[in-house]
């Protein structure tokens, strides 16, 4: 009798996550089904892959249902923050299986890594010969990347707020609050998110493909733009694409629509014309691209290049790592010292909270800066009271430690991943830039092994394994991650 009732409490604390989790993996088995369509109809042996792939996913997603489905989903905050890691975690072993089962035939390790990359939005990848991909797989790797992309703004916008993870309650909205249901409040939200990053797709498209782009390139650099993933069907990344200047300028654009906050999108849309250019993330965010672009454009002019391509690669790949999409149309490590040093601080900003964007997001910075101004302050007035603000809501005590918090466990991942790496025999430059380009989300790293000339293929894999914890550590803002590991939250 007790064993039977230690299962059934069991069972119903985890029967919630579970079934959040069956919906999740139907989803994703729904969007299997396009590439295997597009198989199918060119008549390509990888779409028995992703057959088998959809019968495996939708296996899980039956099975996880009938078990909870009579529980009601009540989620309380330790589920959320279970739910979170474990939805990234199984939707990105999930989509790993039409790259074991299909052409590539990878190893798991190189599987895991590839699709884990693709669903954080990373955009590193160990795939060579792009090009002679199936168009199903070429097509699977942009949606996985987009299907990541909206995943992130739908966490960074009702999930982390309410978790309190980062300084993120700093962001927190009427979707924010979860309480006992699954999303109480989101719906209207929800979907007018979604139609816009659809929209915006769907423009992206458009674009690349009136620019010069097969339609293929354009719907997959369309989804792996607005995502700030950086996925291309090239191995030269964007670079395939480098004497197209017109195509650069728009790739520019949109990973910048990728990096901005899609709450600001909605309050644009329903009549707040200025909301966008007020944001103090926006107008920090602007102001970093229109001084790093301006420096290394005239660095680059300096040294010989013509001002209009310098001033496009530079837009082009400043725009890429900032808004950490990982898109490459020149090898920028070869640009000088300067450049190579520029380019591995850029690294860690990161574009804005509810977007797409992994890294720091420039809103940390931005706090830091103000406790950096207040402290001097009270240097200066040791009894004065000052109270700063942010987008004119007040830093509180939550807020400021939640930053501090998270940018000391962000560089500490940092530091011991590297460390790490570093014991597997890899170089300082690969090793720090490639612990770096994880947990910040960007992609490509330094050096001649990762940087983006090259790729992540030669990496031993237990190299692989530990970057893959890396990037779902960054995808996840650490603490959502690290709290799982602390015997108090697995008391309640």
Partial sequence: MADTRRVTDTLRRWAPILKVLAVLWLVLAIFMAIPLLVLIVESEPDALAFGLSIAIVLAAATLSWIVTWRIPVSLKPWQMFVLTTLSWVTISSFASLPLVLGAPQLSLTNAVFESVSAITTTGSTILVHIEDLSDG???????????????????????????????????????????????????????????????????????????????????????????????????????????????????????????????????????????????????????????????????????????????????FNVVSVVTTTGYASDDYSAWGATAYVAFFYLTFVGGCSGSTSGGMKIFRFQVAMLLLRDQLRYLIHASGVFVSRYNNQPLTDDITRGVVAFS?????????????????????????????????????????????????????????????????????????????????????
């Avoid at 006992?180 to 007018?192: E, F, L, Y």
């Avoid at 990037?471 to 709290?483: K, Y």
């Fill in 137 to 315: 797989l070429k097509l699977w790797r942009g949606i996985m990347q987009w299907l990541g992309g909206i995943g992130i703004i739908v966490m960074g916008i009702a999930i982390l707020p309410f978790l309190k993870v980062g300084g993120m309650r700093l962001f927190h909205t009427e979707s924010s609050d979860w309480s006992d249901k699954v999303m109480p409040r989101t719906g209207g939200i929800a979907k007018a998110t979604l139609s816009i990053y659809c929209g915006f797709t769907l423009l992206a498209a458009m674009a690349y493909y009136l620019g010069g782009m097969s339609p293929l390139d354009a719907v997959v650099h369309a989804m792996t733009s607005l995502a700030t993933g950086g996925f291309a069907n090239s191995d030269a990344s964007f670079g395939a694409y480098a004497e197209q200047p017109q195509l650069l300028w728009m790739g520019s654009l949109f990973m910048l629509c990728g990096a901005l906050p899609f709450v600001l999108y909605i309050r644009f849309l329903r009549g707040s014309r200025m909301a966008l250019l007020r944001d103090q993330q926006v107008q920090g965010l602007l102001l970093l691209l229109l001084l790093v672009i301006l420096a290394l454009t005239i660095w680059r002019v300096s040294q010989g290049t013509p001002a209009f391509t310098s001033l496009t690669q530079v837009t």
């Fill in 408 to 492: 000391f466990f962000f560089f500490l991942t940092v530091a011991g991943l590297a460390l790490g790496l570093s014991l597997l025999g890899l170089d300082l430059t690969t090793a720090l830039s490639g612990a770096a380009t994880a947990v910040a989300n960007v992609g490509p790293g330094l050096g001649e092994t990762i940087g983006p000339a090259g790729n992540f293929s030669s990496l031993p894999d237990a190299a692989k394994w530990l970057l893959c914890v890396g990037m779902l550590m960054g995808r996840l803002e650490i603490l959502t991650v690290l709290v799982l590991l602390t015997p108090m939250f697995w008391r309640q």
